[in-house]
């Protein structure tokens, strides 16, 4: 497998936060049999929901990975940012 970079994925889709459960779970199947198809390249992690924005973290090998996944998906990008560290809470213990 190769070595997944995380990512912060930032699609403006206007009306989305005002989505029924239906509507998400077509867009969540839609992500889905985009993975699929793309393989072991790319994993979704979970998405933020707010207002005309969502905020998708995914594991890839590279940007292009992530491209590959929005034109399969029919699901814009707006931005892509990398997230190469996380600190939370537990960080202050080391």
Known sequence: MAHLKRYLIERDIPGI?????????GAARASNRAIEQIGDGIQWQHSYVAGD???CIYLAANEEA??????????PITRIVEIPQII???TANN
């Open 66 to 75: 992530i491209r590959k996944h929005a034109e399969l998906s029919g699901i």
């Open 88 to 90: 939370d809470p537990l």
């Open 17 to 25: 936060g005002g989505m029924s459960i239906l509507e998400l779970c």
């Open 53 to 55: 924005k969502t905020f």
